[in-house]
């Protein structure tokens, strides 16, 4: 039993290494800037002076360290060779994906760093401008430099640049204060076109970065149960998962339960009585059952038994009532049951459809080989027959619901919770996605990959145990 069991486990670490690998992949994927979601405003539109533009810039810096990734994505990374080791260091998102782009195009690493380093020289320059005249002169010139830091396409550029000409042409007073960084900054773009390597894109480099990178940050991180920070909410995750994973246990918990206990008899004794009524009335009932929409039942149920109108108030409206969040957990659930009896029959019904035919097809199979017979030629009582020898043969099919029965337990349901006003996982989850707080979002889907691996592993045992025959 200890080989097998450390066989599996062997087996599933690789497992659960490339999940945390893909999972950290998509999350880096995901649309927006974490870091501006995080501070609540775009912090670059309300610039006016040297120390604003400072200001922001340290800001965001700031925020950038404490979400971690201000820091290189992975222990080593292969690009090409315009590419530097230290592009990570520029922190602010939007900036560093246009110097990006410049490099794909150009390759010439010090060129593109000196067009960069130029167009913040000139924006501090801008803003340090103290006459008023002049700073009146200075404004049409604004906004389309300002748009230099995300354009990198040569006509887009070479448009903003003509623009601002234009103004140093209607204002000597200008000319005389900037015209000089302008002269710079346009031969800075003059070089970075002139001087351009595009054949270094062709050779490839690679750069070690070490244990400090974001993805071994996230990992180990996510191993102690620290789970990042909610950009949305700009709390840990773990604050937010904690109580939406308490109501999601308790409801998907007792629904299963209650799954099972219902499911199995009617599973076990249509396979006994099969072809006869009672199968045939299970049947059909279990494929009806089975073929109702959740969303749709969670409907009716919430309109017809929680509104005078109908008549039929016998539960509470939605949500959890009024539950003290300080209260202990035994009080909580008190609290909350008369609110959670209707979300846990609209969890527990389709379970009881789908268990129940497999535990009629294990059964029914088990029931037509010898050794059933062969008890049943000794004598031995029909429950005797049916419950100790053929049911534990036909635990298989049901064994193997377990590892989908985890996941499936603390990932919730999304409709029956959103019907319901239940801030369980799949409430929160789609609360998630609709405020794109991702790190929220690749939490649960982390979990529920890792409680995945960890269901099959417990099937795995528990198939041991039931037969020892059974081997790796």
Wanted: charged share 15%; aromatic share 12%; glycine share 8%.
């Amino acid at each position: 039993m200890f080989l097998y069991l450390l066989k599996r486990i062997l087996l599933f670490l690789p497992t659960l290494l490339l999940i945390s690998l893909l999972s950290f992949g998509l999350s880096r994927l995901s649309p927006g800037d974490p870091v501006a979601q995080y501070l609540g405003e775009d912090v670059f539109g309300k610039i006016a002076t040297q120390q604003d533009l400072l200001q922001a810039e340290r800001g965001y810096a700031q925020a950038a360290h404490h979400l971690g990734v201000d820091k290189p994505p992975f222990y080593f990374s292969i690009a090409s060779k315009a590419y530097p080791d230290t592009l990570h260091r520029i922190a602010i998102s939007h900036r560093r994906k246009t110097l990006e782009k410049l490099l794909a195009q150009y390759g010439n690493w010090p060129q593109v760093q000196a067009w960069y380093n130029g167009i913040r020289s000139f924006e501090l320059k801008l803003l340090g401008l103290t006459d008023s005249a002049i700073v009146a002169a200075a404004t049409p010139m604004k906004i389309p430099f300002r748009e230099l830091y995300v354009l990198y396409t040569d006509g887009a550029i070479s448009a903003r640049l003509k623009e601002m000409e234009a103004a140093f042409g209607k204002s000597p007073e200008l000319a005389a204060a900037l015209g000089t960084d302008f002269s710079s900054l346009k031969k800075n773009y003059q070089t970075l076109q002139a001087e351009a390597t595009p054949g270094l894109l062709r050779l490839p480099a690679f750069h070690w970065y070490g244990l400090d990178n974001q993805y071994h940050t996230w990992l180990s991180a996510f191993l102690r149960g620290n789970f990042g920070t909610s950009l949305s909410h700009r709390m840990a995750v773990t604050e937010k998962v904690k109580p939406a994973l308490f109501w999601t246990l308790i409801i998907n918990l007792v629904a299963i339960a209650l799954a099972f206990v219902l499911a199995v008899p009617i599973g076990v004794w249509s396979a006994v009585k099969q072809g006869k009524t009672f199968d045939k009335l299970a049947t059909t009932g279990l494929f009806m059952l089975y073929s109702l929409p959740s969303f749709w039942i969670a409907t009716l149920l919430l309109i017809f038994f929680t509104t005078r109108e109908y008549g039929m108030d016998f539960f509470p409206s939605g949500g959890l009532g009024n539950v003290p969040p300080a209260a202990p957990w035994w009080k909580q659930i008190g609290l909350a049951a008369p609110h959670l009896m209707l979300p846990i029959i609209c969890v527990a019904f389709p379970s009881i459809a789908y268990i129940a035919r497999q535990a009629r097809g294990g059964m029914a199979k088990v029931l037509g080989q010898d050794f059933i017979r062969t008890a049943r030629a000794k004598g031995l009582p029909e429950r005797t027959v049916i419950w100790k020898h053929g049911f534990r043969n036909a635990l298989f099919p049901l064994i193997t619901l377990l590892a989908s029965v985890v996941p499936s337990a603390i990932a919730g349901s999304v409709a029956v919770e959103w019907i319901f006003n239940i801030p369980g996982m799949g409430w929160l989850t789609l609360q998630a996605i609709t405020q794109q707080d991702w790190p929220i979002v690749f939490t649960v889907l982390m979990l529920g990959a890792v409680l995945t691996v960890v269901g099959m592993l417990v099937s795995d045992v528990l198939y041991k145990l039931t037969d020892p025959r059974v081997k790796y």
